[in-house]
């Protein structure tokens, strides 16, 4: 833990202000929530909540299935990160950054069905992955991440029945967060 130098006072109501550059910094948007942590008697942490890493064991049982039955690759994210990839020379996207594209997709709260088209980026970083079928994944009316089918090879596309899997297993998630 470092220092950034900056003080603030709460206000009357027990509020303080994040700082313009640590919001940035950290990617906190308005409505975003937050965990607060106490460590010992004197210690407040604030940490981005994220209710995908919640389901962490669940998306990657999920990604299996879907993996195994579609013979895409999949992926789960949150509104920032890879949280959850399946498939062949997948695990090195787990904790990446995703796209601004992806980030207004999941904030939409539509299902994108890409198949042919190669316009998007899923990952800030990524060139060659192609996604199909993008499905954001919606709990208690909130967007809380993705759930996406792709592949390495452009003009691979989604049948039905792996089109209608991945919204079993997204409606899935869905249920668990609302139990």
Same mark, same amino acid.
């Given at each position: 833990?470092?220092?950034?130098?900056i003080i603030k006072k709460i206000d009357n109501l027990g509020r303080i202000v994040l700082p313009?550059?640590?919001?940035?910094?950290?990617?906190?948007?308005?409505?975003?929530?937050?965990?607060?942590?106490?460590?010992?008697?004197?210690?407040?942490?604030?940490?981005?909540?994220?209710?995908?890493?919640?389901?962490?064991?669940?998306?990657?049982?999920?990604?299996?299935?879907?993996?195994?039955?579609?013979?895409?690759?999949?992926?789960?994210?949150?509104?920032?990160?890879?949280?959850?990839?399946?498939?062949?020379?997948?695990?090195?996207?787990?904790?990446e950054e995703i796209s601004e594209k992806l980030i207004d997709i999941i904030n939409k709260r539509?299902?994108?069905?890409?198949?042919?088209?190669?316009?998007? *980026?899923?990952? =800030?970083?990524? @060139?060659?992955?192609?996604? $199909?079928? #993008?499905?954001? +994944? &919606? %709990?208690?009316?909130?967007? /809380?991440?993705?759930?996406?089918?792709?592949?390495?090879?452009?003009? *691979?596309?989604? =049948?039905?029945? @792996?089109?209608?899997?991945? $919204?079993? #297993?997204?409606? +899935? &998630? %869905?249920?668990?967060?609302? /139990?």
């Amino acid at each position: 833990m470092y220092s950034t130098g900056i003080i603030k006072k709460i206000d009357n109501l027990g509020r303080i202000v994040l700082p313009k550059e640590i919001r940035r910094k950290l990617k906190i948007r308005e409505n975003d929530e937050l965990e607060i942590f106490l460590d010992n008697d004197e210690t407040i942490l604030l940490r981005k909540y994220s209710t995908m890493k919640d389901l962490k064991k669940d998306c990657l049982i999920y990604a299996t299935i879907l993996n195994k039955e579609t013979d895409f690759k999949v992926m789960f994210t949150d509104k920032d990160k890879v949280t959850v990839c399946k498939g062949k020379n997948t695990s090195l996207f787990v904790g990446e950054e995703i796209s601004e594209k992806l980030i207004d997709i999941i904030n939409k709260r539509m299902i994108y069905n890409v198949n042919l088209a190669t316009d998007i *980026k899923i990952l =800030k970083t990524d @060139e060659n992955l192609y996604p $199909k079928v #993008i499905v954001p +994944l &919606i %709990a208690d009316s909130k967007s /809380i991440g993705s759930v996406i089918l792709f592949s390495d090879d452009v003009n *691979k596309t989604v =049948k039905d029945k @792996e089109y209608e899997l991945l $919204k079993f #297993i997204s409606s +899935l &998630i %869905a249920a668990k967060l609302e /139990i």
